[in-house]
């Protein structure tokens, strides 16, 4: 007769899938998109509704908590991208990979500036974005569009590669028609209410703010532009990388079959 051991450890199997990463990851940026988006229609009706928003949507994602996830998120889906790449053998897609590809990589390169202009700048200079700052800085600077644009790509990413993870499932197949309209309605309205904010800061009475001496803002501008180009090569030169090394894995292995 065979005794158990008492003292033998237990196993806990836990396993996470690169597929089950991807799809946790990708949830929690679509969130923080998803939120931005719904925060900018609030300026549908005022101005001062989406700045509430605005600060609420700030207090969970410049949490620490909420920093934690997002970061985490991004790097974990940035790294299985850049895995993907490597890995792949052909790239005769279907159409919806491709734009969902073009989508995804693509919104890294829109969101930089964004990012080192909100978070690096209160993160170094203490400086925090709400959308009188926003908004004005993008009248100043004639890009009143950019902002949705910012959002856009990342958006249709995320929406295509979550119907691609769940389009097997039956409720999400009777789902698909309300899916899509909301797919396009969210930009739309978002849009909408970012217009109307553009409109109430154009007529609004410029905010007072302290001086700042010419050459500390030209350094300012300076150290932000350094991080914007070192973010910016940095994720550019992984992807052309991750492609070149994928390349030459394919040819060695062809190579080796002959």
């Not at 950019?146 to 691609?164: E, N, R, S």
Request: glycine share 8%.
């Amino acid at each position: 007769m065979t005794t158990q051991r008492r003292d033998a450890p237990r196993e806990w199997p836990i396993s996470v899938s690169s597929r089950q990463l991807r799809l946790a990851s990708g949830l929690v940026l679509l969130s923080y998109i998803s939120m931005h988006l719904a925060t900018h229609t609030f300026g549908l009706w005022s101005l001062d509704l989406a700045e509430r928003g605005l600060a609420g949507t700030k207090a969970l994602w410049q949490s620490w908590p909420g920093t934690v996830a997002l970061y985490g998120a991004a790097a974990a889906h940035f790294a299985l991208a850049l895995r993907t790449i490597y890995q792949r053998r052909h790239w005769g897609l279907p159409a919806i990979e491709i734009i969902r590809l073009w989508a995804g990589f693509s919104l890294p390169l829109l969101l930089i500036s964004h990012v080192v202009t909100t978070r690096l700048t209160l993160a170094f200079f203490g400086i925090s974005s709400d959308y009188h700052r926003i908004v004005g800085s993008l009248i100043a600077s004639g890009n009143e569009g950019w902002q949705i644009a910012l959002l856009a790509p990342g958006w249709l990413h995320g929406c295509l590669g979550l119907w691609i993870s769940l389009r097997h499932v039956e409720v999400m197949r009777r789902l698909k028609p309300a899916l899509i309209v909301f797919v396009v309605a969210l930009p739309l309205l978002s849009a909408g209410g970012f217009g109307r904010m553009t409109q109430a800061v154009a007529v609004a009475p410029p905010a007072q703010s302290a001086p700042l001496d010419a050459a500390a803002a030209a350094a300012r501008r300076d150290r932000l532009a350094v991080w914007q180009r070192g973010i910016t090569t940095a994720y550019l030169v992984s992807l052309i990388g991750a492609f070149v090394a994928g390349q030459i894995r394919n040819r060695i292995e062809r190579q080796s079959a002959l």
